[in-house]
């Protein structure tokens, strides 16, 4: 319980650990670890509300059918589990606005999540280009 | 159903691991990019470290068998500067964007936000692209050890010989 507890553990351990997880993965599901797939299907499934049409034509969606899969549980499993690790930990904290951004650039909320929300669009474009 | 139970589970875990381990930090992912704070290096190359001597072992003993991604220099090259460029400004990877959330950084909700978009954006552009960047230097299913023409143990006992004293130099410099 003490260890589970603790806020931080060894960034080697912890890595090791999760290099362990994903052997065992592999070998019980014959899963490799994966996350941006799961933008790709849920961007599917959000545009199917507005334009089912649209997310049919696409060759792009029809190849990445948007559904829930075990990729899919996977990144949701991985909020959960932080949640977990934080509230044991007692390090959940509500942020609105990074240390180091706010250190940078200032407290304004809107500043950061405008920055973030572009710089997302951009990063999934890259990494799905990439095949990530 | 069993399948979405493990993914479920298999994220959990991992999720936790990273929440402990500090890595679904903004300050941490900026820390790395800005070469001052090695921690998600550390986290990453353990993992590697530790999974490619599993992998390769149980793949040997006829466990499992290899996923290997075709590489395309087109793809890669420019695919990994765009995302790059887009990880500067966000501070989280996909995986850690959602892990962020877990933790109450709440601006990895709007980073998370524009990853869809992007998703969304991308599979607009996908045919063009078909036909330029991703067909641009496609070289397969290639390996280190088939370029190379020798045995993977080596590359492995190679790459684990260099990825520590990595290590030790990050603990030497305090990164």
């Known amino acids: ?132 | 159903m069993n399948i979405l139970l493990y993914g479920l589970v298999t994220g959990i875990l991992f999720g936790f691991l990273m929440q402990k381990a500090h890595v679904i930090r903004y300050d941490k992912q900026l820390g790395a990019l800005m070469l001052k704070d090695f921690t998600i290096v550390k986290f990453m190359i353990s993992s590697v470290i530790v999974s490619m001597i599993g992998i390769y072992l149980l793949s040997d003993l006829g466990y499992i068998k290899l996923d290997i991604k075709s590489a395309s220099l087109g793809a890669n090259l420019i695919g990994g500067l765009i995302f790059g460029v887009g990880w500067g400004f966000v501070g989280y990877c996909p995986a850690t964007a959602v892990a962020a959330v877990g933790e109450g950084r709440w601006d990895a909700t709007f980073g998370l936000a524009g990853m869809l978009v992007g998703a969304a954006v991308y599979a607009e552009a996908f045919p063009l692209l078909k036909e330029s960047v991703l067909a641009w230097g496609n070289m397969g299913k290639i390996t280190l050890h088939g370029i190379l023409g020798i045995n993977h143990w080596i590359v492995i006992a190679v790459l684990t010989a260099l990825f520590t004293g990595m290590f030790a130099w990050f603990e030497k410099r305090n990164l």
Not at chain 1, 7 to 35: D, E, H, I, N, Q
Not at chain 1, 47 to 70: G, M, N
């Open chain 1, 1 to 132: 319980m003490s260890v589970l507890s603790r806020t931080s553990w060894s960034p080697y351990v912890a890595g090791a650990l999760a290099g362990m997880l994903l052997v065992l993965s592999v070998l019980v599901s014959g899963k490799y670890f994966g996350a941006s797939t799961t933008f790709v299907r849920s961007a599917g499934y959000i545009e199917q509300v507005f334009a089912p049409d649209r997310v049919k034509s696409l060759e792009y969606f029809v190849k990445t059918t948007p559904k829930i899969d075990w990729q899919w549980m996977f990144v949701f499993g991985g909020l959960l589990g932080s949640l977990i690790a934080s509230r044991m930990g007692r390090d959940f904290k509500s942020t609105p606005v990074p240390p180091l951004w706010e250190t940078r650039f200032g407290p304004n909320r809107i500043k950061r999540w405008t920055t973030a929300f572009l710089g997302g669009i951009v990063l999934m474009f890259g990494a799905r280009l990439a095949g990530g």
